[in-house]
Structure formats: structure tokens, C-alpha cells
């Protein structure tokens, strides 16, 4: 091996392991201090704010989704079983391989489209896992609250991801920091 292909894949496991940590520290972090805030349905994880980063790095793709899984681990003492573990980081995991591949779809040099797709993964596989896992198990699956709440889990990523990622992108792009993660 070279030393430049070394060197390359250093910084990718570097940067997926500061990725994965940031977001499980944060994430875990908001639970401790505002509990259910980044674990129930309605959810406004800040954490969330890093798949921005899956514009700018390959890196954040397994980064996001090991910090989603260490995450979602204390989910599991909060009675919402390992089912959060593994539909959980699986929306992260495909929200994060989407926003990489949509990274150049901009409009005003903002990759909306890219931002839509945490809510639309989260939305669709959290939102079942909770009426599926969850609600039915008590009642039955119904499709109308699989609506509903995958409509605000849905609903918490955009506020996240347009109040946060938005300006977090900006400032990213603004100050060449996009530059240094692809170094």
C-alpha cells in the first residue's frame, strides 16, 4: 500500500469514529438532560444536525450510522427494545448514503433535496417500528397512525434539519471547512 492510500483511509476511519462519537455523546447527552426529547415519536434529536456532514465526507455514512446505534443502545433501558437499534440506524444508514449521493442536487447552493431525506427514511421506518412494535402490539396495525406518526417523527427531522442543517451547511461551505473533510 501506498503511503497516500494509508494515509486516505486513516482519515476516513478517523473521521467516521469522531462522527460516530459526536453523535451518540450528543444524542445520549439531550437524553440525560431533556429525557424523551431524542427518543420518543416526537422527537428533535440536535445530533441530527451532523448528517450534513454526509454532503461533504463519505466518512459520515458509517460514522452516523455506528453513533445511531450507540444511541439507540440507551434506548433499550428506556423500554423501547432493541427494535430502535436496528430500524433506527437502518433509517440513519440510507438517510446518510442519500444525502452522499444528493449532495450535488442544490438549489441557491443548498442541497435541499438531500435534507428532505432523514425525514423521509426516518419517517417511513421509525414511524412503523412504532406502530408496528409498539402501538399494534397493543391493538393492531393501523395504517392511519402509521400516518401520524411517522408524520412527527417525520416533522421533528425537518425542524432539525432546517433550522440546524441549514445554517450548519452555510457556515460549512462559507468558511472552506467542506475542504478539510475531503483532505
Not at 46 to 68: K, N
Not at 89 to 113: D, E, G
Request: hydrophobic share 55%; with cysteine; proline share 3%.
Amino acid at each position: 500500500m501506498t503511503k497516500k492510500v494509508t494515509r486516505r483511509s486513516t482519515m476516513f476511519i478517523v473521521q467516521g469514529a469522531v462522527i460516530a462519537a459526536l453523535y451518540a455523546v450528543l444524542t445520549i447527552g439531550q437524553n440525560l438532560l431533556l429525557p424523551g426529547t431524542a427518543s420518543w415519536a416526537v422527537q428533535f434529536r440536535v445530533s441530527e444536525v451532523m448528517t450534513v456532514l454526509a454532503f461533504f465526507t463519505p466518512a459520515a455514512i458509517p460514522g452516523l450510522t455506528i453513533g445511531c446505534v450507540v444511541a439507540n443502545i440507551s434506548s433499550v433501558t428506556a423500554g423501547l427494545g432493541f427494535y430502535d437499534m436496528i430500524f433506527g440506524s437502518l433509517a440513519t444508514l440510507l438517510a446518510a448514503i442519500t444525502m452522499y449521493l444528493l449532495r450535488n442536487v442544490c438549489l441557491k447552493n443548498i442541497p435541499f433535496v438531500g435534507l428532505l431525506m432523514p425525514a423521509l427514511f426516518n419517517g417511513i421506518i421509525v414511524g412503523f417500528e412504532i406502530e408496528f412494535f409498539f402501538i399494534q402490539s397493543m391493538k393492531g396495525f393501523n395504517f392511519v397512525e402509521f400516518l401520524i406518526t411517522g408524520g412527527c417523527v417525520a416533522l421533528g427531522e425537518l425542524v432539525v434539519l432546517f433550522v440546524l442543517g441549514i445554517p450548519a451547511t452555510i457556515i460549512i461551505k462559507k468558511r472552506h471547512l467542506d475542504k478539510e473533510l475531503v483532505k
